[in-house]
C-alpha cells in the first residue's frame, strides 16, 4: 500500500452506494468531495474516542480485523485512519463485484425463466 491514497475510486454509481453506506455507519455527508478524507479522518476520531464503536463498524461492515492487524504492522507510519479507510472502502468494492457476479443472466429467454 505504499502511496496508497483513498481517491482511487471513479465516479459511478457504486461510489454513491458504498458513501451513502457508509455516510449511515459513520455519520459522513454523502456526495460530499471531500468523503474519503473525512471517512479517514472519522475512523481516526474513533479510534481516540471510542475504539470499541469502530470495532463494531468494522465487524459490521465485514472488515476483517486481521487485515486491519497486517496493513498497520505493514505501514507504521502511515495514517491509521487512511488505511483503515482503505481498507473499509476495498470491502465495499469486493461486495458489489461479489452481487455483480451473482445476478443472473438476464440473457435466459422469458419462456426458459422459473
Do not use: C, T
Not at 1 to 17: A, E, Q, S, T
Not at 74 to 95: C, F, S, T
Not at 96 to 112: G, K, L, T, V, Y
Amino acid at each position: 500500500m505504499p502511496g496508497h491514497k483513498i481517491n482511487y475510486l471513479k465516479p459511478n454509481n457504486d461510489i454513491l452506494f458504498i458513501q451513502e453506506n457508509l455516510a449511515a455507519e459513520f455519520g459522513l455527508a454523502p456526495g460530499d468531495a471531500a468523503w474519503k478524507e473525512q471517512l479517514a479522518a472519522k475512523i481516526d476520531e474513533l479510534i481516540v474516542s471510542d475504539f470499541p464503536k469502530l470495532v463494531n463498524s468494522l465487524y459490521r461492515l465485514d472488515v476483517s480485523e486481521e487485515a486491519v492487524k497486517q496493513v498497520l504492522k505493514q505501514y507504521p507510519n502511515r495514517n491509521a485512519g487512511e488505511l483503515i479507510a482503505g481498507l473499509v472502502i476495498d470491502r465495499m468494492l469486493k461486495k458489489i463485484e461479489s452481487r455483480q457476479e451473482s445476478r443472473p443472466n438476464s440473457a435466459i429467454p422469458d419462456d426458459e425463466k422459473w
